[in-house]
């Protein structure tokens, strides 16, 4: 069982920057691909960025270019920075992971709350 717990959340004006980290419990975190999902007001979950255990990532079209994810596996930590925000980016941003083995993520941290004021 893998555990997440997410950080660094917070309110911040349009086109500010803000900085989420993931930290997971005890596991071979190498082992394990992440991504950054987020779910709006009346949306749907989407994933917004993701990081395989080689350090290949993907990036959603609507943050390509403002956000960037990174990983520290000795520190089991996940990364996400998010720079020049917009109000639509208004959401609870959750980290995820997935087994490279597996094909959908398995596991989930509680989320944390990213309001973005115009």
């Known amino acids: 069982q893998v555990q997440l717990v997410e950080s660094g959340g917070g309110l911040v004006q349009a086109g500010g920057s803000l900085r989420l980290s993931c930290t997971a419990s005890?596991?071979?975190?190498?082992?394990?691909?992440l991504g950054w999902h987020r779910q709006g007001p009346g949306k749907e979950r989407e994933l917004l960025a993701s990081?395989?255990?080689?350090?290949?990532?993907y990036y959603a079209d609507s943050v390509k270019g403002r956000f960037t994810i990174s990983r520290d596996d000795a520190k089991k930590t996940l990364y996400l920075q998010m720079n020049s925000l917009k109000p639509e980016d208004t959401a609870t941003y959750y980290c995820?992971?997935?087994?490279?083995?597996?094909?959908?993520?398995?596991?989930w941290g509680q989320g944390t709350q990213v309001t973005v004021s115009s």
């Open positions: 995820a992971a997935r087994h490279i083995v597996e094909h959908e993520y398995r596991y």
């Open positions: 005890e596991t071979i975190f190498s082992l394990y691909s």
């Open positions: 990081v395989n255990s080689a350090g290949s990532t």
